[in-house]
């Protein structure tokens, strides 16, 4: 029989993961302060740097707040906090060979699915907003800064037509890992090719045709990402 190593666990996650099963379970609940420093101590039977390490564990996964000088507080978790923590992983992920590419068909499988959705449950006020940010991408030609931000503002109103706040930190995610991506694309003459793609999205979306959404959405992404593999190839 081989021997197994086995990790030893560092007794402050032991702290977090009961803490955070306490706060699951309603022991705790949003807004409710947790004990002391020093009564967790005497509950958990640790040292003070246990109990802070499980704190800021915690507060790292958006369950607490900790502030200095007062007693943790429990805190709901966003879906930013899910996506804060992905950040590090996924800019390794996209620096391996293929990463970019990865990322790209995970925005474009995602940003599909934004687009159908839109075109069949936009509402008046929801096609306003998306006419609104159209028009201010369009108004941004010529400056490339100022279009690379309406650009994201304009994909990120179809992001929230889904009313999914998941959605919509999944979108601004993706925007910033690829940000670099878009900056690259961006050269000049290709903003207004952007504006006419994003034009052609909004008009599918507000004639309520989700293919036709698609097809768009897709279009001006497959050109975005062939357009990226031109430049950086050319720079090699």
Same mark, same amino acid.
């Given at each position: 029989?081989? =021997?197994?190593?086995?990790?030893?666990?560092? /007794?402050?996650?032991?702290?977090?993961?009961?803490?955070?099963?306490?706060?699951?379970?309603?022991?705790?609940?949003?807004?409710? !302060? /947790?004990?002391?420093?020093?009564? *967790?101590?005497?509950?958990?039977?640790?040292?003070?740097?246990?109990?802070? &390490?499980?704190?800021?564990?915690?507060?790292?996964?958006?369950?607490?707040?900790?502030?200095?000088?007062?007693?943790?507080?429990?805190?709901?978790?966003?879906?930013?906090?899910?996506?804060?923590?992905?950040?590090?992983?996924?800019?390794?992920?996209? %620096? $391996?060979?293929?990463?970019?590419h990865d990322f790209q068909n995970a925005?474009?499988?995602? &940003? =599909?699915? /934004?687009?159908?959705? $839109?075109?069949?449950? %936009?509402?008046p006020q929801d096609l306003k907003r998306?006419?609104?940010?159209?028009?201010?991408?369009?108004?941004?030609?010529?400056? *490339?800064?100022?279009?690379?931000?309406?650009?994201?503002?304009?994909?990120?109103? *179809?992001? +929230? =037509?889904?009313?999914?706040?998941?959605?919509?930190?999944?979108h601004a995610a993706l925007a910033e890992?690829? /940000?670099?991506?878009?900056?690259?694309?961006?050269?000049?003459? +290709?903003?207004?090719?952007?504006?006419?793609?994003?034009?052609?999205?909004?008009?599918?979306?507000?004639?309520?045709?989700?293919?036709?959404? &698609?097809?768009?959405?897709?279009?001006?992404?497959?050109?975005?990402? !062939?357009?990226?593999?031109?430049?950086?190839?050319?720079?090699?």
């Amino acid at each position: 029989m081989r =021997i197994a190593q086995v990790k030893q666990r560092r /007794l402050s996650e032991d702290v977090a993961d009961r803490l955070e099963r306490m706060i699951r379970d309603g022991e705790f609940l949003e807004a409710d !302060r /947790l004990p002391s420093e020093r009564d *967790l101590m005497r509950h958990f039977g640790v040292g003070r740097p246990s109990v802070r &390490e499980a704190l800021l564990r915690l507060s790292k996964m958006g369950l607490v707040e900790v502030r200095s000088g007062e007693r943790a507080r429990v805190t709901r978790p966003t879906p930013q906090v899910v996506i804060d923590q992905l950040s590090g992983s996924a800019r390794h992920m996209m %620096a $391996a060979p293929g990463g970019v590419h990865d990322f790209q068909n995970a925005r474009t499988f995602f &940003e =599909i699915g /934004l687009a159908r959705h $839109a075109a069949r449950h %936009a509402t008046p006020q929801d096609l306003k907003r998306l006419e609104e940010a159209l028009e201010v991408n369009r108004q941004s030609i010529g400056d *490339l800064r100022r279009f690379e931000r309406t650009d994201v503002d304009f994909h990120f109103v *179809l992001a +929230e =037509i889904s009313r999914n706040p998941i959605f919509m930190a999944i979108h601004a995610a993706l925007a910033e890992w690829l /940000l670099e991506q878009r900056r690259t694309t961006l050269a000049a003459g +290709e903003d207004q090719k952007a504006f006419e793609a994003h034009r052609l999205i909004f008009e599918a979306v507000a004639s309520g045709d989700p293919d036709r959404a &698609e097809a768009a959405m897709r279009e001006h992404l497959d050109y975005v990402a !062939r357009r990226y593999t031109d430049v950086v190839g050319a720079g090699e």
